[in-house]
């Protein structure tokens, strides 16, 4: 045997890395952002995001024991699910619809469809546009920031996005105070600092792969310099630089090739300016890749790399064939 080739399938080169591996460090990427939110928002979002992420984290082992699999709670997927839904939220969500975030996010985006890896759509975007849709009026209760970290008022104001959405003269938020996060929305959607600072860890460590978020700014950037709007203001606004670097580029949800990648991107930046200037909702980062994750398979096939030692148009008669049998 030691003379004869191994064939099996791909992939063939072995890393160190591993989903525990990866997952653990996107929780520590997301970290300095939780921090920020919980200084710009209070007490009141350190309790939002302790909700989401033990939400999560039940309802996952409860579901993998309901469907007698095994419990994968240490590789810490359910932790960056909480993360992020809760990076989606204010903090004056009310505790029992961030629950209910958690469990539609973990159990009917992520278990129901087989676990990690098998779901088709990301579990936290997923979970929003269910919150959305049922508890419209929590959800789009963008708070201002507070002046203490142990202040417990969550008081309602119109975001950057909102502003522009409702044509509101007298609100208008500076570049510095959208980078910095000095602004009211969503705890995760506003210090965009911290948000790249745990973007360039990731890249860094090979982890996000800048073929999705580069095209989906640039794009989006362009698209809004088109609309005559602010190219730098629509890409610090909202929750775009979470969703290029943290959503978007879901490993599971996202398209494996190269040229696949880029068009995923370049469609999220088109969608989400669409639904911004078009929609009924002054934010599009979240419909937009759920939008794009429906289109990942077409991606994937049409983007498909040519077997080595065939020809194109053989390759199409493979694929055309169907299953059991070949073409004559």
């Known amino acids: 045997m030691s ?6 399938s791909s992939p063939h080169f072995l890393t160190r890395g591993n989903t525990a591996g990866i997952m653990w460090l996107v929780v520590v990427a997301l970290l300095p952002t939780a921090v ?19 939400t999560c984290v039940a309802t996952e082992v409860l ?14 997927s359910a932790v960056v699910t909480g993360l992020l839904l809760a990076f989606i939220l204010p903090s004056s969500t009310p505790f029992w619809v961030v ?45 201002r920031p507070v002046h203490s970290i142990l202040s417990f008022d969550a008081v309602t104001a119109a975001s950057a996005l909102n502003a522009i959405k409702e044509g509101t003269a007298n609100v208008h938020y500076s570049l510095g105070d959208l980078f910095f996060g000095t602004v009211p ?22 982890v996000v792969d800048l073929r999705i978020p580069l095209p989906y700014i640039a794009v989006a950037a362009l698209l809004s310099w088109i609309f005559g ?49 078009y929609g009924g909702f002054p934010e599009g980062v979240c419909y937009s890749i759920l939008l794009m994750n429906c289109a990942v398979p077409l991606l994937d096939k049409a983007f498909r790399p040519r077997v080595f030692g065939t020809r194109t148009s053989a390759l199409r008669k493979t694929a055309a064939a169907p ?3 070949s073409e004559a």
Do not use: H, Y
Not at 3 to 8: L, P
Not at 63 to 76: E, H, M, N, W, Y
Not at 185 to 205: D, M, R, S, Y
């Open 3 to 8: 003379d004869r080739f191994v064939i099996s």
């Open 36 to 54: 920020a939110g919980v200084i710009i928002f209070g007490l009141p979002a350190a309790f939002v995001i302790g909700v989401s992420v033990a």
């Open 63 to 76: 579901s993998q024991l309901a469907f007698k699999r095994p419990v994968t709670i240490k590789d810490g």
């Open 99 to 143: 629950i209910v975030g958690g469990v539609s996010a973990i159990f009917l985006v992520k278990q129901l469809f087989g676990g990690l890896g098998f779901n088709i759509f990301n579990p936290a975007l997923a979970a929003r546009a269910v919150l959305q849709t049922s508890f419209p009026v929590f959800v789009n209760a963008t708070t």
């Open 185 to 206: 929305g969503a705890l995760g959607e506003t210090c965009k600092l911290t948000l790249l600072i745990g973007a360039a860890l990731l890249v860094l460590f090979r």
């Open 229 to 277: 709007r602010d190219p730098l203001e629509a890409v610090l606004s909202g929750g775009l630089i979470l969703g290029a670097f943290f959503m978007a580029t879901d490993l599971v949800t996202s398209p494996a090739t190269p040229w696949g990648k880029v068009v995923f991107g370049a469609g999220c930046g088109i969608l989400t300016i669409v639904i911004r200037n």
């Open 323 to 325: 299953k059991g049998g």
